[in-house]
């Protein structure tokens, strides 16, 4: 594992529907990727920068609506959903919106907003509970792979680390709960490999919210099972990853 920690992600040239080819890990196509769709709704990618997850998404929602249309569906000519990328860091929203500037054409950029909320914070607002149709929670991680390649990130590493940025995700997991809609499709995503901020924080919003909220399988077949989502490690899938990805619904 160390030994592919220490090498580059295998990183792809995502192209689907862009104007250009954006390089990214395979295995965070997949994990936005497994985000359900709605057809027409608001749909939030919580933690978007840099904004590889958030071309994925919009491409996909502009593929189905092509799909539906050439199935003789004309509802997706009026509009169809709508993404809203947030990132909470300034310099990182404006690297977000550059991003998406760049690799998007104008029809797939004007149904994209950008902006800058807490989204950890945003579930203690009445008013924005039950808000979008389908969320993707990609959270900030102990990211063992830049750890583990960066001698500044090894050295300020301590065992509390994981602890702090597991707080951190649980806030962002159970506030996304409380946006989402019933029904809705719920991602949560990191690229960690450790149990307390992967398994764990899914735990305790499934524990939590038992019988309002299901797992919902991630249907790649990429990695390899843990209790509550998939990990797709390195070691095992030529590069990728680590990727950690499960996938939740919200019962009706």
């Known amino acids: 594992m160390r030994a592919s920690l220490l090498l580059p992600a295998a990183a792809i040239p995502y192209s689907e529907g862009l104007t250009k080819p954006y390089m990214m890990d395979r295995a965070s196509v997949l994990a936005a990727a497994s985000l359900r769709l709605p057809e027409e709704g608001l749909i939030l990618d919580a933690c978007a920068a840099p904004g590889g997850k958030s071309l994925v998404l919009i491409t996909r929602m502009a593929r189905n609506d092509a799909l539906r249309t050439a199935r003789g569906d004309f509802s997706a000519a009026a ?14 929203r404006r690297r977000l919106e550059s991003v998406l ?8 950029r004007r149904r994209v907003d950008v902006s800058g ?20 929670v990609d959270a900030p991680c102990s990211s063992e792979r830049h750890v583990i390649q960066s001698p500044k990130a ?3 590493w301590t065992p509390a680390r994981p602890r702090r940025l597991s707080s951190r995700q649980w806030s962002l997991l159970s506030a996304a709960f409380l946006l989402l809609k019933s029904g809705g499709s719920l991602v949560y995503a990191t690229c960690a490999l450790t149990p307390e901020e992967n398994d764990g924080p899914v735990s305790r919003l499934l524990e939590k919210y038992a019988g309002e909220i299901e797992l919902d399988e991630p249907d790649f077949a ?5 209790k509550y989502g998939r990990l797709i490690l390195p070691d095992e899938s030529g590069g990728m990853g680590p990727m950690y990805v499960a996938r939740l619904r919200k019962i009706s």
């Open 117 to 136: 909320f807490d989204a950890a914070k945003a579930g203690g607002k009445k008013g924005e509970r039950s808000r979008f149709d389908a969320i993707l």
């Open 101 to 108: 500037d760049e690799h998007l054409d104008e029809e797939n």
């Open 154 to 156: 090894l050295a300020e």
């Open 79 to 92: 509009g169809g959903a709508r993404l809203l990328c947030n990132e909470l860091s300034r310099e990182r």
């Open 222 to 226: 990429e990695g390899e099972n843990t």
